[in-house]
């Protein structure tokens, strides 16, 4: 079965002008993202991932190149375009999962459920992502893989087409690490919603339908995983 | 309730003391609109109907002695509805104590028919010859006098004994004043008595016979044109002088005096709400920095610019709107006795006090405009952030060296570890630092406005009678005297300087612009009278010209060098043209100053005075009271007193702004220094980290603090300036002639300030001791929190 392309990113470079230095993040970077995978991008850092996902997110603009979300080029997105692209298609993981402390987790959820016509049932994500018996607390009551359970849930409860994470482990444990991205397959494949995962960490490609490897601004490698690893067998 | 909502309020919450301070400062300034807007509203309300009700007169003349047919005459030209003849005489009064204060003997028709009486107690007495008399009310009082007491009339040396039948109020004596130049009713030694026209013709020995006319006009008269036409006509049948309702003195007082109010009305809040704008930008611009991560997350999520900076311009009303609403709540509930205090004052009777609710719609929109703009310009740093902030934290500001370091690196060298962070702090945090510098000198300059205006009555008095007016008693003649009188009263008292004066009234005019008014004519080498030109020289008089207060000469629009026309009944109606020799300052009424010899001139009245002023340090009041012949004697003292009296009000009033005005310094030191230990709660765990105590980094806010202090107080004092021409110039806005408020501030004043605002910051300080000692250094340092 032919896989439904849902984003394609067509020559894409991003250029930061720091007055008297130039530096390229991203050099003519081309790629598909399809409906329903789970991919994961791996590199070091300064490879461009984080601008990447910026591009992609609808948060930063290439300076050359164009990307096509359901046939749409996001590059001649105008602000409120692009602040729509976010709102409706897209959600974000942080590292520092970035919860606002004055509200609760339900409340931090209902900040992205607010924004869009059919969202998921803020209780049942939370219930989802396993803090039923949570979702009236702040986030310093929480655990740090609590913090980021509630982040995920912020992401998802807006029923986004994309999930972009960048590094959601990379501030957690080793076992709650593991529990997250447990949780981000579980997402992937019962809401089919697309997940795209940066990180350094290699083992996580494990876990990925498709991984591709940045290096300097350019992928290097770009492979399918015909049996992916379930998540809780990863061992970094 | 939207979740973003929920942060908000939770933000508030969590700062109680600094937003409150926000909501204090505009409440207040909307109590003050509000009530004040509605006391100046209600008393020109109560004035007109007053006016109309009691049938205040269009026109007012003065004559000399002449058939009351004459007068009556008025009442043919047909612009004149009602014409009243009458007596008006300045008279003393035995009262029973000691001094005998001067009474204005006022006649009355039987009918009422202008000026009519607001009777508090008693009757009018209008039965013809009866002798009563009603008094006003407030001299009454300042008397101890009431219905049934008898007074003694002393006139040309005789006692006419009469009995006070009725305590009253007249429009027409709304303010009691002698004349101009006196400027505050003094209650106790100068009042107004009403008598019916034939005691009066009796008393005063002019039977058949008026020196004074009231005028009611018909509607659409225009009352400057009938007066002109009746100057004319009746120019060689005895008329004086003829003023309409506009130039009256009781009611130009007070419609200054309503003018004042609602320009204070405005002025005063204008600055409250400035400041609590100033404060608010501050707060979100502050916010929004440190919102950075959390803005980028909105706008990561998918919010839009305009979401995101509503959420922040939300704040602004947030701290606006309860403030308007509290302080319009205030003001209405305050409205009520405020108009009723100032219309006792005013001896306007009560007729009916009402609030108007349309400074409601005026208070909450000055308040959306003020707190709402600043909202907005303070949340344009929304706009700056980009929703991939949310993806990094902040980076750290970097690290440079200062330009103490680059200016005299030798003496840097020498520096301390401790002060090298502190300056380093300073260097790298310009913003943070221009805002508590911001903070103090703002405290500092509402100090030193709240201190200028609270001395600013003592301030006038020191320069009236310091520098202008040196002589310790003025006393007027019922009739003119010639110079002998120097010799005689030199022989009753002892006297250091005496000399003579003449007034007279003109009019003066220049183009289209004219003025009745008191001239007086001294010695060209007075000594008790000093003039001082605009560039703060004193010059003598000249033997030639005029010199015109400030005041007056902008209301004739006449400068230095310019010539004005100038006739009186004095000069049988003829104009002359004379010169403007100087523009001088006058810090407590008006004048028109000229020579004794201009005067004849103008006059032809040689050797002829109608007062002297003198210095003395003998009680002149006390070895006059026998002379027959004098009107009256005051005293730079009385007029001091009379002033403080007046002033009784206005220090309460004074008193709360400074009140007010450390309550305001306090609020926006806190502010300032509560955000930015705030901000800094990592920076602080940091060092508390490598081992600073909570006393070293209370030191280092403290160090901080002390340049801003330093660096406010520097910037504070021209600013203080500021805002007190800024307030001056808005007292005057509509042209006083009545006072020439000089815009100098003492050093006491400015140093008292320095003195409250190193106060302010003490508190403060304090307040900030306990933040750092409350400060949880791990878990701000572990923070993953936005």
């Known amino acids: 079965m032919p896989q439904e392309v849902l984003l394609s990113l067509n020559n894409i470079s991003k250029t930061y002008d720091m007055g008297e230095v130039k530096v390229e993040a991203l050099k003519e970077t081309t790629f598909e993202i399809y409906a329903g995978e789970l991919m994961v991008i791996l590199g070091p850092s300064g490879s461009g991932k984080s601008t990447l996902l910026n591009i992609v997110g609808g948060m930063d603009r290439p300076t050359l190149g164009q990307i096509f979300y359901r046939g749409r080029d996001i590059t001649q997105f105008d602000e409120m375009e692009l602040t729509l692209y976010r709102r409706q298609e897209v959600g974000f993981i942080f590292q520092l999962y970035n919860l606002m402390s004055s509200l609760t987790a339900r409340e931090n959820v209902e900040l992205a459920t607010e924004l869009v016509d059919h969202p998921l049932s803020v209780e049942e994500v939370l219930a989802g992502v396993g803090l039923k018996e949570r979702m009236d607390h702040f986030p310093s009551q929480l655990s740090g893989g609590e913090q980021q359970r509630v982040a995920i849930a912020r992401a998802i409860a807006k029923n986004p087409g994309l999930l972009l994470g960048d590094e959601p482990t990379g501030a957690l444990d080793y076992e709650t690490g593991i529990q997250i991205l447990g949780l981000l397959r579980e997402i992937n494949v019962s809401y089919g919603t697309t997940v795209v995962i940066i990180t350094h960490n290699a083992a996580i490609a494990d876990m990925a339908d498709r991984v591709i490897r940045l290096r300097s601004g350019r992928i290097v490698e770009d492979w399918n995983n015909p049996e992916p690893m379930p998540a809780e067998r990863i061992v970094w | ?786």
């Open chain 2, 1 to 786: 309730m939207k979740a973003l909502d929920k942060r908000l309020i939770r933000t508030v919450m969590g700062a109680k003391a600094q937003y409150g301070a926000v909501v204090i400062i505009i409440c207040i300034g909307l109590m003050i609109l509000t009530s004040l807007s509605n006391t100046a509203q209600n008393m020109l309300v109560c004035l007109d109907e007053y006016y109309r009700n009691y049938r205040f007169a269009d026109l007012f003349a003065d004559f000399t002695a002449v058939p009351v047919g004459t007068v009556l005459d008025l009442g043919k030209l047909r612009e004149v509805e009602t014409v009243e003849p009458r007596i008006v005489a300045d008279i003393r009064a035995d009262v029973g104590r000691d001094l005998n204060p001067t009474l204005r003997l006022v006649s009355i028709g039987p009918d009422q028919r202008i000026n009519r009486l607001y009777v508090q107690a008693g009757r009018i007495p209008v039965v013809s010859g009866e002798r009563g008399i009603a008094l006003l009310a407030a001299f009454a009082e300042a008397n101890d006098l009431t219905v049934g007491d008898k007074i003694d009339l002393i006139i040309r040396g005789e006692s006419f004994p009469v009995t006070v039948t009725a305590l009253v109020d007249s429009p027409e004596f709304i303010y009691a004043i002698k004349d101009i130049k006196s400027m505050l009713p003094d209650n106790l030694n100068f009042g107004i008595g009403f008598a019916n026209l034939p005691l009066m013709q009796e008393v005063m020995a002019m039977p058949g016979q008026a020196n004074n006319a009231v005028c009611l006009l018909r509607p659409g008269v225009d009352a400057k044109a009938v007066r002109d036409k009746i100057q004319e006509d009746f120019k060689s049948r005895g008329i004086k002088n003829i003023v309409t309702r506009g130039d009256q003195i009781s009611h130009a007082l007070i419609d200054m005096e309503i003018q004042q109010l609602e320009r204070m009305s405005r002025a005063v809040p204008t600055i409250f709400l400035g400041i609590a704008a100033l404060v608010i930008y501050m707060l979100i611009s502050r916010l929004v920095q440190a919102d950075r991560t959390a803005i980028g997350i909105l706008k990561a999520t998918g919010y839009s610019n305009l979401e995101v900076m509503s959420h922040y311009l939300k704040l602004a009303l947030m701290l606006g709107l309860p403030g308007a609403v509290s302080g319009i709540g205030a003001g209405y509930l305050l409205a009520g006795s405020l108009v009723r205090l100032f219309l006792e004052y005013f001896q306007l009777p009560l007729l009916e006090t009402r609030l108007y609710y349309g400074f409601i719609f005026f208070g909450i929109l000055s308040t959306v405009l003020f707190c709402g703009g600043t909202g907005i310009l303070a949340a344009r740093g929304v706009l700056g952030i980009a929703p991939a902030e949310a993806m990094r934290p902040q980076a750290a500001p970097p690290g440079k060296r200062s330009l103490l370091e680059k200016l005299v690196p030798k003496l840097w060298a020498r520096t301390t570890f401790s002060w090298k962070l502190v300056l380093r702090g300073i260097w790298r945090n310009r913003r943070r630092f221009a805002l508590a510098t911001v903070g103090v000198a703002l405290a500092y300059a509402i100090i030193i406005l709240s201190l200028y205006m609270f001395g600013l009555w003592d301030l006038l008095l020191d320069k009236q009678f310091g520098e202008l007016e040196t002589y310790d008693y003025a006393v007027s003649f019922i009739k003119p005297v010639s110079s002998r009188v120097i010799t005689e009263m030199r022989s009753q008292a002892r006297i250091t300087t005496i000399e003579p004066f003449l007034e007279l009234p003109f009019q003066v005019t220049r183009g289209w612009r004219e003025q009745t008014l008191l001239a007086r004519a001294l010695p060209t080498t007075t000594e008790l009278q000093r003039f001082e030109d605009e560039e703060g020289n004193f010059i003598p008089l000249p033997a030639h010209g005029i010199f015109l207060s400030r005041g007056l000469a902008e209301s004739l629009g006449v400068s230095r060098g310019d010539l004005v026309e100038m006739s009186s009944y004095v000069t049988g109606g003829k104009t002359h043209l004379v010169p403007v020799k100087a523009v001088v300052t006058q810090y407590l009424g008006s004048g028109l100053y000229m020579s004794l010899e201009q005067m004849e001139r103008l006059t032809g009245q040689k050797e002829t005075f109608s007062g002297v002023i003198l210095s003395s340090s003998d009680d002149i009041k006390r070895a006059f009271q026998s002379m027959g012949n004098i009107e009256s004697v005051y005293s730079s003292g009385d007029l001091t007193d009379i002033f403080s009296e007046y002033l009784g009000m206005m220090i309460t009033y004074i008193t709360v702004l400074v009140f007010v005005a450390g309550l305001l310094g306090f609020a926006i030191l806190y502010n300032t220094t509560s955000v930015s230990i705030a901000e800094r709660s990592r920076e602080f765990s940091s060092l508390r980290v490598l081992g600073f105590s909570q006393k070293e980094i209370f030191q280092l806010v403290t160090r901080e603090n002390l340049f801003a202090l330093l660096a406010g107080l520097i910037s504070g004092a021209p600013l203080g300036k500021g805002l007190v021409v800024l307030m001056i110039q808005a007292m005057l806005a509509g042209g006083d002639e009545m006072f020439y408020f000089t815009t100098d501030i003492s050093p006491g004043a400015y140093l008292l300030a320095a003195v409250l605002s190193i106060l302010i910051m003490v508190l403060t300080l304090a307040a900030v001791w306990q933040k750092v000692r409350k400060l949880n250094f791990l878990e701000a340092l572990s923070s993953r929190l936005t």
